[in-house]
């Protein structure tokens, strides 16, 4: 009822957005006197502010069109090469000679908590000089019709292995945050079997692989509950008339408001400042608060089951590092990895994935070899910034591509 509710309140403030985005192009039109002025900048600032706290932001775009590469601008084009009811999987095309020597394939997992594949821009941008990258581009729960079935924590793994067997022999893979966990559960399996797809490296960065090291607040929370809360609390069915009308569903919206509110009083400074800096007409400022909120801001649904079961597996029973997990009914055994490479990533001030949570896959991955494996932590930076930002493009990429080029396999 509160999904229900929560859409019919959307729907109630259309006409006032409508209304207020009318009233800033008006206050804004060069032709109007008062634009010129701090109060109609000040109403313009005001209408704005107003119209993007109750919009809806839709899914972003990657918006990559291009890299540099050997000195050389390079064109980017988005290819779907794969797809399944919750996943599409993008490569990003680069315009190189045939005849270039390939640089390494890396299948990027992107989370599945809340936020679109996009978030995962910088990274991606980052990387494309240096590799060719695939990304997990999952799909809005809401979007997808109960007749394509269910999607689980089995289903994730399962879409992985699926991934790297389309992809072939000799690709890198890169979980950042949530995936870190299924991730190494799919390679698990994958090397159990003996199969010849199981990626060449394992890159895990930021992810909860054991959160009983350092517990952070989301730590605490979700292991301070039985899972009947939030399966009373916070799993809702989607609404008509969405194409997923019917399907249980942790929206997007809570897990956003639960984010926001961890850090209210910083979220509430920057929207004082946007407001300030329209009103001082300071447009460098301003924009680089809508890129960054129409990226946060947009949110999409997980499936109740698939949420339920990472809640349970992860932050309650710490079923992985326990070596409790279970795919399939089959138990994940991540003793069996020998032949991929893993390197961990962290960030010193990390409040979603505590110092020492990445790491510990190296004390449950206990048979890869000495040499193939590593771990890197950042200084000075937070959850965010273990895959994105200057420090990230500065630090952590190069010594990312290094360790997957020196264990290249062929393809």
Not at 213 to 225: L, R, S, Y
Not at 361 to 373: F, G, K, V
Request: aromatic share 10%.
């Amino acid at each position: 009822m509160f999904y229900q509710l929560y859409e019919m309140n959307h729907a109630a403030m259309a006409p006032l957005r409508a209304s207020a985005d009318m009233m800033r192009q008006a206050c804004n039109n060069p032709l109007n006197p008062l634009s010129h002025t701090a109060f109609g900048r000040s109403l313009d600032a005001s209408f704005e502010v107003f119209e993007r706290l109750t919009r809806r932001y839709g899914k972003p775009d990657f918006g990559l069109s291009q890299t540099i590469i050997d000195n050389q601008s390079v064109a980017v084009t988005e290819e779907t090469v794969w797809s399944k009811p919750f996943c599409n999987l993008v490569r990003f095309n680069r315009d190189l000679p045939a005849e270039r020597k390939a640089d390494p394939r890396i299948l990027l997992v992107s989370p599945m908590s809340g936020h679109y594949a996009t978030l995962l821009r910088g990274t991606v941008e980052a990387l494309l000089p240096s590799a060719e990258i695939y990304v997990t581009d999952w799909k809005d729960a809401r979007t997808v019709p109960l007749t394509d079935g269910s999607f689980d924590l089995d289903d994730y793994i399962s879409y992985v292995i699926d991934m790297l067997h389309h992809m072939g022999e000799g690709v890198h893979v890169v979980a950042v945050c949530q995936p870190s966990v299924p991730v190494l559960a799919a390679v698990a399996v994958m090397e159990a079997d003996g199969d010849t797809f199981a990626p060449a490296s394992m890159t895990l960065m930021g992810g909860p692989i054991d959160t009983r090291i350092n517990p952070t607040a989301v730590n605490e929370m979700a292991k301070g509950k039985p899972i009947e809360w939030f399966r009373d609390n916070a799993v809702m069915h989607v609404p008509w008339p969405q194409p997923g009308f019917g399907r249980a569903v942790y929206p997007g919206f809570l897990q956003l408001s639960g984010f926001m509110s961890m850090n209210l009083d910083r979220h509430m400074t920057a929207h004082k400042d946007f407001y300030l800096n329209l009103v001082k007409n300071d447009g460098d400022s301003a924009e680089k608060h809508r890129e960054f909120y129409d990226e946060y801001l947009a949110v999409m649904d997980l499936t109740a089951e698939f949420y339920l079961q990472t809640v349970e597996a992860v932050f309650i029973e710490h079923a992985l590092p326990r070596g409790q997990m279970l795919h399939r009914g089959r138990a994940v055994d991540p003793s069996a990895i020998r032949n991929t490479a893993l390197f961990t990533v962290e960030g010193e001030n990390d409040d979603i994935s505590g110092v020492g949570q990445t790491k510990a896959a190296h004390d449950i991955c206990l048979n890869i070899p000495t040499e193939n494996r590593e771990h890197y932590m950042q200084p000075d930076v937070g959850h965010y910034g273990v895959f994105n930002g200057s420090r990230f493009r500065r630090d952590i990429v190069p010594r990312m591509v290094q360790f997957m080029r020196k264990h290249e396999r062929s393809a």
